[in-house]
């Protein structure tokens, strides 16, 4: 008689937290200054006005815009806001710096959304490997998170696991 395999990962009581889930879909747009500075340097206020109200902002429709100047200039403060002004009614989303800046915001909201007394007093493996690129940032983040809640912190995969926190 054949010996009944039992799957012992099934039975740890493991609960298994993979960051994928959580890694920005949306479409994260570049939204450059530069090209509307004079001689990409300076911001002549009346003419930046003139290009933002002449932009077809529908082309930005329910996307991330991530709003960067690639110059070297100093941009004031109030430039951003009127992009904004501008934008917000089209775009799903603002962010002020690059698609990786962008991406990394909308990442870390995802995380902060997480339910985390779901994984009250759980021993929680967090995803170590994946198709995407999940930086350091949302590993820090999860385990900031998670520490006063979970009854354990695991790194990996449920069958072979880095410990990372056990509750005493």
Known sequence: MPEEII????????????????????EIVVFDLKPMLFMEMILKEKEFRATLQAIDWTQYQDKIL????????IIPSWAYML???????????????????ALREIFLANLRAIDIAEFSDKR????????????GFAYLEIARRLRPVAKSILYGEACSNVPIFKKK
């Open 83 to 101: 992009v904004a002004v501008q934008a917000q009614p089209y775009v799903k989303d603002l962010y002020l710096g690059d698609r990786e800046t």
């Open 66 to 73: 991530a709003v960067t100047c690639t110059a070297d200039a």
């Open 7 to 26: 799957n012992k990962v099934a039975q740890s009581g493991l609960y298994t937290l993979d960051l994928e889930d959580y890694y920005p879909r949306e």
């Open 124 to 135: 929680v493996v967090v995803k170590g490997c994946g198709d995407l690129s999940v930086g």
